[in-house]
């Protein structure tokens, strides 16, 4: 009996009706191809580790200095998910305890400015993140909140550009780093500017993280003062974050993270970090964010071979901006379809994006969890021929239906790892 039969099993038995809800979700998972970018496929191994009896203990404080007895098994875990975060990316210190990518940040800011400081990031609507400073976040609320886009001509960053606006705004914090944008960063340029300026570099590498431990994008970890990072997206981990410093900041950015932004750790949670980052040194990872970067190449030139514009005219890591206007649709309108055709993007804005947030122009897809799930370059093609299909006959049944039986066939043919 595979983990998911085992669980359901249990559930059955205890919670009928919350059983039947989440047989309903991994039906989903299971037949629907998952292109947002933002999401993967946990090992068993990982979910083994998160579904665990270490939910039960409290461990305030960091491993060595806690608050509560009995910690001396969950110190060893906690101790062994930093040694493999400092080992996989080469840091100095990691502290694995925030909960998401946005207790990270919100750690981070704490750890390297104070509120009413001036933070310099990219423009959430060119890609960046709520808690890159929009108002709507903690991040705009506590502090002074400015930003840097892309250029108009490329789609793409111009550090002369971000230099520019360091110097009018001269913020406290430089922050690097994106939910949306499909081009790899300039880290040395980004610390010259951070450094010229008088500022803090701050990465966000929540999306790319398993790149970067792949090899598959440079690293920020030996320019930043501090780096930020998601676990459950590119890097295959369970839900979570992470920050990266050198050892002179180690006390600030623990202290930030607790007791300043989080109370108790989620030893279960850091105990399938911990899983996650081990298996980046096992073979099953060989590759693999190669194959991310790969396949997002090879579905970038389907599209855009089957009349699609892409935001930048490609990719250079594991997503992609589909832009509507050309067509005249809206990115509500497309994702909802998507949905009926088993296929799952998100809407988002992309760059001088006239619609509302609500309902933008783009729509956002990558390949790290069908690259998990085994795919590889003739099942990009496909993938691109479906897309450009739904998208050239919405609102066409028989072409949904042909797509959601195509769709259907494809995540047979590579299962989720859980039966
Ligand atoms: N909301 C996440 C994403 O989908 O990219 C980023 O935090």
């Known amino acids: 009996m595979g983990i998911a039969a085992e669980r359901l099993d249990v559930l059955r038995r205890a919670d009928p009706e919350l059983a039947s809800l989440m047989s309903a979700e991994l039906d989903r998972q299971q037949y629907t191809l998952e292109l947002i970018p933002s999401e993967n496929v946990a090992s068993p191994a990982v979910l083994e580790a998160v579904g665990s009896w270490l939910t039960n203990k409290y461990a305030e404080g960091t491993p060595g200095k806690r608050y509560y007895g009995g910690c001396e098994f969950v110190d060893q875990i906690e101790a062994l998910a930093q040694q493999r975060a400092c080992a996989l990316f080469s840091a100095e210190h990691a502290n694995v305890q925030p909960h998401c990518g946005s207790s990270a940040n919100l750690a ?211 997503l992609m901006l589909i832009d509507l206007r050309p067509l005249q649709l809206t990115g509500r309108q497309v994702q909802e379809a998507f949905d009926r055709a088993h296929v799952t993007v998100n809407r988002n804005s992309i760059p001088f994006d006239e619609a509302s947030k609500f309902n933008p122009s783009g729509i956002r897809l990558g390949t790290p969890a069908v690259t998990t799930r085994g795919m590889g370059p003739g099942e990009m093609d496909e993938i691109a021929h479906l897309i450009a299909q739904l998208i050239h006959h919405l609102g066409d049944e028989a072409v949904a239906e042909e797509v959601a039986g195509r769709a259907r066939a494809l995540c047979e043919a590579y299962p989720l790892p859980y039966s």
Request: charged content about 20%; aromatic content about 8%.
């Open 108 to 318: 981070a800011y704490m750890a390297i400015c104070k509120p009413g400081d001036t933070i310099l990031g990219m423009d959430l609507s060119h890609g960046g993140h709520l808690t890159h400073g929009s108002p709507v976040s903690f991040s705009g609320i506590f502090y002074h909140a400015e930003f840097y886009g892309v250029s108009r001509d490329t789609e793409q960053l111009d550090y002369e550009e971000v230099r520019r606006r360091a110097q009018e705004v001269r913020p406290q914090v430089l922050v690097a780093g994106a939910s949306a944008y499909p081009r790899v960063f300039d880290f040395k340029a980004l610390a010259e500017i951070a450094q010229e300026v008088g500022a803090r570099l701050l990465v966000d590498m929540a999306h790319f993280a398993g790149l970067v431990a792949g090899g598959a994008h440079p690293s920020p970890v030996p320019y930043a003062d501090v780096v930020t990072l998601t676990t459950h997206k590119t890097l295959r981990g369970p839900w979570g974050g992470m920050i990266l410093c050198p050892e002179e900041r180690a006390k600030e950015v623990d202290k930030a993270v607790f007791p300043g932004a989080q109370g108790g750790p989620l030893l279960h949670a850091i105990a399938g970090k911990a899983v996650a980052l081990h298996a980046w040194a096992q073979p099953e990872m060989q590759g693999y964010a190669q194959r991310v970067v790969a396949n997002a190449k090879r579905l970038a030139d389907g599209l855009m071979s089957e009349g699609l514009r892409l935001v930048s005219g490609g990719t250079d890591n594991h």
